[in-house]
């Protein structure tokens, strides 16, 4: 849901289109299993920090351009 928040940000400012934001999240997604942040959430410190690495990598690809 981070990752998609950031994606529809973009998307209101006008940065990506809107078959971008499924991109940004499908990116995101990958990302995040291929870093192996991909886990079990125990308790509301893992959940934010999960939180905060998908807005991050979100951004990041935004930033970066690296998108498919």
């Known amino acids: 849901n981070a990752a998609n928040e950031i994606a529809?940000?973009?998307?209101l400012q006008r940065?990506?289109?809107?078959?971008?934001?499924?991109?940004?999240?499908?990116?995101?997604?990958s990302a995040a299993a291929r870093d192996g942040l991909m886990k079990d959430a125990c308790d509301i410190e893992?959940?934010?920090a999960i939180d905060a690495q998908a807005r991050g990598l979100a951004?990041?690809?935004?930033?970066?351009h690296h998108l498919p």
Do not use: K, M, N, P
């Open 8 to 11: 529809v940000e973009a998307y």
């Open 15 to 29: 940065r990506i289109g809107f078959y971008g934001i499924s991109q940004v999240v499908e990116a995101a997604l």
């Open 59 to 64: 951004r990041a690809l935004l930033t970066d």
């Open 46 to 48: 893992d959940v934010l």
